[in-house]
């Protein structure tokens, strides 16, 4: 986990070598301070001698600008090499996420990753400079005043070691007793966040429905549950701060004790306790910025293993070594396929799918909720792998090709298409980066698009917002399809794409489909039967089997499912979603 984090720091290497340069540096300056405190106190104050006093006095300043010096270079440091470093995370995941296959992101949900690359980054970051400053000073100065004290007087700097004794017993036991606590308060933020998100979405089922209340009660539930899992984390860390007051306040009773004895005694000078008092303070001090980083550690070291987790995942699809670039056509071929999204788990979705399309064919897709249709197109674009069998496009395997330039070539328009923020032109050209206006247009023509866009007061300038909340779903359909041909792909896939459209703008674009695009290879899922009767053949799927694959008037008198089907819509005028059986 460490090395994968690590290999974030890159080009912040020698930021977050500096800074516990500087941070020594800082150290050894503020250690000879007291140092020189009791050369004052013993050979100027003590001795009437304001020579030596001026001396030590101009020395003690010159260290302490020294000090105020490097504590500043290293705190610039720590600073660029910390948010170098989350910066490094946050698009070394987000790369990684662009990896993924859709089986890699249906283990995470959108909550969780979105979690993991703002609050659990964040921890990071602020864990990582407090380690290149803190984690370096802390122990340089407990180590270097343990150092100074054992030269002053041996015996009393023994209190020292009693009280980190102490100290190191009482924090162990808090770590381990913390660490799960925060482990599961930063999957408790996956839960919030997931509420929030979830209700932003659907926030126009959620007034639709009058159901304010219910959510407000979810969210509150999830918020008082992250509330009393951080309460108990934070009561366990709230010893902290008692047990290093405890372990201070007895060091000092302690050397004001025994110190006042050895002065009595004539072994201890007044500069040299002056001097222990300040090494013990510095030393308590550096004990409690140590503690610090241990709860820093603590709460970090859960967002780390998440973060690692998804820089560690590896993408189930990859490119061979000799991926092929070019497909030759839209043909497609399943050899006796079997598919399923959890391999080994008995479940297939699709069960031995042989068949056999020709380039430019135009072919429909009907069944039932759960059949399998949209997983039978994913295939053709490898979004997914077949658990046995295999898919070729224009004659060959899908897994030899280059995977862009494989989905270049298959265009897909899926019924809950995205739209994102921009104008009409800027989605346009997700289909094609370099779209003229006047392709755009011709592309929105195809589709029926131009219809609204040219009512529009910016027409093609036209902003659309976040997912398309701005414009109906029967316009966002219309949208998504003309950027789909912007494409100009070799076979083309419309997943109950025009369910949001009239049945008389859908004759329209089949129209413009069959002039346009005679050579692409078409597959149109639908569940009316209006949408696909004029179709070259008719894929009808039951249960993850084919059922029937003909044309409608062949369908119609052999397969009972399709019958069914087309029955019930000429008696009802509707849709039918066949139940299977």
């Known amino acids: 986990m460490l ?13 977050s070598v500096l800074t516990p340069i500087f941070t020594a540096l800082e150290v050894l300056m503020e250690i000879l301070i007291p140092f020189v405190t009791a050369f004052i106190i013993d050979k100027g104050i003590e001795a009437g001698d304001i020579q030596k006093v001026c001396l030590y006095g101009g020395i003690m300043i010159v260290l302490a600008f020294l000090s105020l010096f ?25 790369e990684n996420i662009q990896k993924f296959s859709f089986s890699n992101i249906d283990k995470y949900n959108t909550a969780g990753l979105v979690t993991r690359m703002t609050t659990d980054v964040t921890n990071l970051q602020n864990a990582y400079q407090v380690i290149l400053r803190i984690a370096v000073r802390a122990p340089l100065m407990i180590v270097c005043s343990m150092a100074m004290c054992f030269i002053i007087n041996v015996k009393l700097s023994l209190v020292f070691l009693a009280a980190l004794f102490f100290l190191g017993c009482g924090l162990l036991f808090i770590m381990r007793k913390t660490m799960p606590l925060f482990r599961e308060v930063f999957s408790r933020y996956d839960d919030l966040n997931a509420s929030v998100q979830e209700n932003i979405v659907g926030i126009r089922v959620v007034k639709a429905f009058v159901r304010e209340d219910y959510e407000k009660g979810k969210f509150s539930k999830a918020a008082e549950n992250l509330c009393r899992l951080f309460i108990k984390a934070e009561s366990l860390l709230a010893w902290n701060n008692p047990i290093m007051m405890l372990a201070v306040y007895g060091c000092i009773i302690m050397l004001s004790w025994y110190g006042a004895h050895f002065i009595v005694d004539g072994t201890l000078t007044t500069g040299n306790l002056t001097s222990l008092f300040s090494y013990v303070m510095s030393m308590m001090m550096a004990l409690m910025m140590l503690s610090m980083i241990f709860v820093m550690i603590t709460m970090s070291s859960a967002s780390a293993k998440r973060i690692a987790e998804i820089l560690e995942e590896q993408a ?9 670039k070019t497909v030759a056509d839209g043909s497609i071929d399943f050899n006796h396929v079997r598919f399923s999204y959890k391999k080994g788990s008995g479940a297939d979705t699709l069960q031995d799918i042989d068949l056999h399309i020709k380039a430019g064919e135009t072919i429909g897709i009907i069944g039932g909720t759960g059949c399998g249709k949209s997983s039978f197109v994913s295939l053709i674009s490898r979004l997914y792998d077949v658990t046995e069998g295999a898919v070729y496009v224009g004659g060959k395997d899908v897994r030899d090709y280059d995977m862009e330039s494989l989905r270049d070539q298959v265009a897909v328009v899926l019924q809950k298409n995205v739209l994102f923020s921009g104008t009409i032109v800027d989605n346009l050209r997700w289909g094609k980066e370099d779209a003229t206006l006047e392709e755009c247009m011709e592309a929105c023509r195809q589709a029926c698009a131009d219809e609204f866009i040219d009512r529009l007061p910016d027409k093609y300038g036209t902003w659309i917002e976040q997912g398309g909340s701005n414009v109906s779903g029967g316009q966002r359909q219309r949208l998504c399809i003309a950027r789909a041909l912007l494409k100009r792909p070799k076979i083309l896939i419309l997943d109950d794409s025009t369910s949001a459209v009239d049945t008389a703008t859908d004759a329209k674009i089949r129209e413009a489909f069959e002039k346009k695009i005679p050579g692409t290879t078409k597959l149109i899922i639908s569940q009316r039967i209006s949408s696909i009767e004029n179709a070259d053949r008719i894929l009808v799927l039951d249960a993850g089997r084919i059922s029937g694959f003909d044309n409608h008037k062949n369908l119609l008198a052999s397969n ?12 009802t005028g509707g849709d039918f979603d066949h139940s299977e059986k």
């Open 70 to 94: 490097f504590g500043i270079e290293a705190g610039r440091y720590a600073a660029s090499a910390s948010t170098g470093f989350a910066c490094n995370l946050r698009d070394g995941m987000y």
């Open 560 to 571: 009972e499912i399709y019958r069914e089907i087309y029955e019930v819509q000429m008696q």
């Open 3 to 15: 090395l994968t984090l690590m290999k974030s720091i890159k080009e912040y290497k020698k930021d």
């Open 316 to 324: 189930d699809l990859a490119n061979s070594e000799r991926a092929v």
